[in-house]
């Protein structure tokens, strides 16, 4: 049978994922260093007679910015720890296939506050949730993801992880997100 890949998650990057956050975290700690020189700067001034009163927007500045490197740095570890994890499971081959029709017992609503889409395919159950931080496979069919009841696939997983989804060419039911 003719198969198309249409999900790698080598290849697939569509999670508000490490790349926000680290835009965050660069524009936090811009904005903490930005604060700290401002506010040196205006505390050494010896003709200013402002004093510390007056040094409010400083702190604002200082405080964002080290409210927003701590709030970023965990995701941006988690995503990166993460796709390492997935990469190296790949590459050392412990990766495992499933391949027949996929049944869905459990759809995620669009907007979430549920459990994710729960699909079996020849016995294997898997969770797709589109609210948590992975590069594996995310799209729940809410969100356009292709594992809907009745579609064949071949499904590269690790660790209960989908990795990789391949489906029949002539039955394709999604968008071909890989880059070759």
């Not at 004093?51 to 080290?66: A, H, I, P």
């Not at 990766?95 to 049944?103: A, F, L, N």
């Not at 898997?126 to 809907?148: C, M, N, P, S």
Request: with cysteine; hydrophobic share 40%.
């Amino acid at each position: 049978m003719d198969m198309i890949t249409v999900f790698d998650f080598r290849y697939d990057y569509d999670v508000p994922d490490g790349g926000v956050f680290i835009f965050i975290m660069v524009a936090s700690a811009v904005a903490l260093l930005v604060g700290l020189i401002y506010l040196f700067l205006r505390l050494t001034n010896r003709k200013s007679t402002l004093g510390w009163t007056y040094c409010k927007e400083d702190f604002y500045v200082l405080f964002f910015g080290v409210a927003g490197c701590l709030i970023s740095t965990p995701f941006v570890l988690i995503d990166r720890h993460n796709a390492n994890q997935l990469c190296e499971a790949y590459e050392q081959n412990r990766i495992q296939t499933v391949e027949g029709v996929v049944k869905v017992e459990h759809k995620q609503p669009e907007t979430g506050h549920d459990e994710g889409d729960i699909i079996c395919v020849d016995g294997k159950r898997f969770e797709i949730d589109y609210f948590v931080l992975t590069r594996a496979y995310r799209q729940t069919i809410a969100h356009g993801g292709v594992l809907k009841d009745g579609q064949y696939a071949k499904i590269y997983y690790y660790d209960g992880q989908i990795l990789r989804i391949d489906i029949p060419k002539n039955n394709q039911s999604g968008k071909t997100n890989v880059q070759h």
